[in-house]
């Protein structure tokens, strides 16, 4: 159904362009017929009927077509058949020359990629031609090779006669004229056309294969658009994305975001509560882009939600993370991940971070300045391998930022990277705001860095800040952040 769809509308273009070379030729006629009628050129059989013929059959189908605003099926007959007839009768007139007229209505047919069509405007294009031919070759210029004369015969000609006007009265075969140019002229036109007929057709069945590729690349291409865009709103929906994550808990607030690269990404965060008084935060990047990676990006973030969900410290959860990860991680990929564990009623906030980005600190009455902590080896990537966690005190007005390298990284058109520097200016610039603003404003000076130039990476931010113990009477449970 997809296919007729899109053959008509191939039809209809190619008869509003038909239509278009239709009207150029009634210019070109009109033109043509008044230069020979005010005697501008000479020509020795008069063809006003024909003339008048042609114009008025084009003016007709132009017409019609247009009534039809170009869209019937029948209306590709009725231009195109119109072009034959007033390209190959036009060579009851000219005999010479006008193999290239006849030759046009069979290219312009290769535009409608229909095979059955382009033959039978070459087959229609043929029998015209042959018969305009034959009725006009008496008109044309003769052959000396056919007039029959005495020896010594003085022939005399000038730029406005006719040579069998001036051999009228000598001798010819009629009969042997004819026969010779119908085999020696007509006959190789006809060879021609045929050559290009055949041309014609196979240009149409490259057309068609073309077009039927088209439309399963589009069909393939719009069904992997809505796989994507599906996929997007999975991994999405995977990511908390209700802001504020836990309106009940004023110690603290946060805020994260995940712009991808491409429509789905490798980077992803996580918050939870572990239990009433320990909040989860974890950031990672996962090695490649696109499906695969966001696949393994869900599988990573459960295993790693999951150990951290009971109880483990952050070490622990990440080698135990890193065991499932490699028992079936045939395809080699690894993650990045900075894990930490807040205490909410201390501010303690006990870390791992395996070779993850430095987390960027700020203490109170401080701007933010990066934390150069100990980095240990890749989720996914070495089996039993070890982590070292750290311990940090967050005072109240504390904020902890965390984010992935598509934050340093990103690259604007000189391919200059936007660099560990400038993101902290990006930080400095309002470091009391809240985390939404201060998420905002790193990735404002992001875009004004990179400018027109391509995202080249994902882009995920997390920040966090400790406002301390809770006030008085309030002492509710909370709920995970997914």
């Not at 239709?22 to 006003?48: C, D, K, P, Q």
């Not at 993101?423 to 998420?439: C, F, K, Q």
């Amino acid at each position: 159904m997809e296919n007729e769809k899109v053959l008509r509308e191939n039809e209809t273009k190619a008869n509003r362009m038909i239509a278009v070379i239709l009207n150029i030729t009634i210019l070109i006629v009109a033109v043509t017929w008044f230069l020979f009628e005010s005697g501008f050129f000479y020509i020795r059989v008069s063809f006003r009927g024909l003339m008048i013929f042609n114009i008025v059959l084009m003016a007709v189908s132009d017409g019609i077509s247009r009534y039809f605003r170009y869209e019937k099926e029948w209306i590709k007959y009725l231009l195109m058949g119109t072009l034959t007839l007033v390209y190959a009768g036009t060579t009851y007139v000219l005999t010479y020359n006008v193999v290239l007229l006849v030759v046009i209505p069979i290219l312009l047919s290769v535009r409608y990629f229909n095979k059955k069509y382009t033959m039978f405007i070459a087959a229609l294009s043929i029998v015209v031609f042959f018969f305009a031919y034959l009725l006009g070759a008496n008109h044309g210029m003769l052959d000396l090779n056919f007039v029959q004369y005495e020896p010594g015969t003085a022939i005399v000609t000038n730029d406005k006669m006719w040579l069998d006007d001036a051999v009228r009265g000598i001798p010819y075969d009629e009969k042997l004229m004819l026969k010779n140019t119908m085999i020696s002229n007509y006959f190789v036109k006809l060879l021609q056309l045929i050559i290009v007929s055949v041309a014609a057709v196979k240009l149409v069945d490259h057309g068609q294969d073309i077009v039927q590729k088209q439309m399963k690349l589009t069909e393939t291409s719009a069904r992997i658009s809505t796989e994507l865009e599906l996929a997007r709103s999975i991994q999405a929906d995977m990511l908390p994305s209700l802001f504020p994550a836990f309106p009940e808990r004023e110690e603290f607030d946060l805020y994260a975001s995940m712009t991808p690269a491409k429509e789905v990404g490798g980077d992803f965060y996580d918050f939870f509560m572990i239990d009433d008084d320990h909040l989860g935060l974890v950031i990672a990047d996962v090695s490649g882009k696109g499906i695969p990676a966001a696949m393994f990006m869900m599988f990573c973030k459960n295993i790693i939600a999951n150990n951290a969900m009971l109880g483990k410290s952050p070490a622990k959860a990440l080698e135990d993370a890193n065991a499932a990860i490699c028992a079936s991680n045939n395809e080699e990929m690894f993650v990045t991940v900075w894990l930490g564990v807040l205490e909410i009623s201390t501010g303690r906030l006990l870390a791992t971070n395996a070779g993850h980005e430095y987390p960027a600190m700020k203490m109170p009455e401080r701007g933010f300045e990066t934390y150069k902590d100990r980095h240990g080896f890749v989720i996914g990537g070495m089996e039993g391998a070890r982590y070292r966690e750290y311990e940090l005190h967050l005072e109240p007005g504390a904020k902890l930022f965390l984010y992935t390298d598509g934050v340093p990284e990103a690259t604007d058109g000189r391919n200059e990277m936007f660099g560990p520097e400038r993101m902290l200016d990006a930080l400095n610039r309002e470091p009391d705001a809240s985390p939404e603003a201060i998420l905002k404003n790193v990735r404002a000076a992001v875009n004004d860095f990179v400018g027109d130039a391509e995202q080249f990476d994902d882009l995920t931010m997390l920040c966090l800040e400790y406002k301390g113990k809770r006030a008085a009477g309030g002492n509710r449970e909370s709920g995970a952040g997914n």
